[in-house]
């Protein structure tokens, strides 16, 4: 078992969050004791990777519940685009995003760009908490050196990508999202497929990503591009502070 006490989430959600990692070779009696003896967390997430059924239903007999099942995959060569995809390409650019465009992301962020997380899902959470975390992550992401990239279409700003090089040429795809009001023009798939160009113009050889499954779009982006599953995670959680408090 790991645990991270979530320090950035208290500046994002104003509350005190502990993260656990379980493990394969983790006993379901100890956990569930462990974690019913937590007192000094507002908000715990427990992942547990697929297909340990006695660690999943220890910690379901304490209260826990179940949020979204996160896949991790490894792009590792691009599909060759032709016909009305190529075409779209073409009318696509990327170039890094300037403190004002960073602004504008956040603005659309904050007017609710992502609704599929489990932050945004739950009731619990306020809108303004669930995109704080998104603004969080990404400040904190180019504070450490990753490259927050803004996407043109046709001389539109129409959405980003935040991606970081990682050791022995693996990089991430850490976070891809079209604006609202371009949400209906089909450009999910030319979002990521440009974060993974970018990524393997700067000398990449994979690409890794993770998703959740409550994202059906991504879910199907990822279906269609040539992807490597790598690994597989249930996420539960369970919140330790009257829902009165929570809103920030």
Known sequence: MKTIKAVWEKRNLGLDVLEVE???????????????????????????????????????????????????????????????????ERHMSSARATPEQMQEIFACIRAGMFKTDRFSLDPMFSSDQAANRYCGWISDEVARGAELMCIDFKGKFVGF????????????????????????????????????????AQGAKSVTTTFSSNNLGACSIHNIINTRLTSQCYVFSKHLKRVEEFHV
């Open 161 to 200: 990508f935040l991606t970081r090089a990682g050791d022995n040429k693996r990089f991430h795809s850490l976070l891809a999202g079209i604006f609202p009001p371009f949400q209906h023009m089909g450009l999910g798939y030319f979002i990521n497929y440009m974060a993974y160009a970018h990524c393997f």
């Open 22 to 88: 379980l493990e394969a070779e983790d006993q379901p009696q100890e956990v569930s004791q462990w974690l019913a003896a937590v007192e000094d967390a507002d908000y715990i997430s427990v992942k547990v990777p697929v297909a340990l059924m006695p660690l999943i239903t220890a910690i379901e007999e304490i209260g826990y519940r179940f949020r979204e099942m996160l896949s991790t995959v490894d792009v590792v060569n691009l599909p060759v685009l032709d016909g009305v995809m190529a075409r779209y």
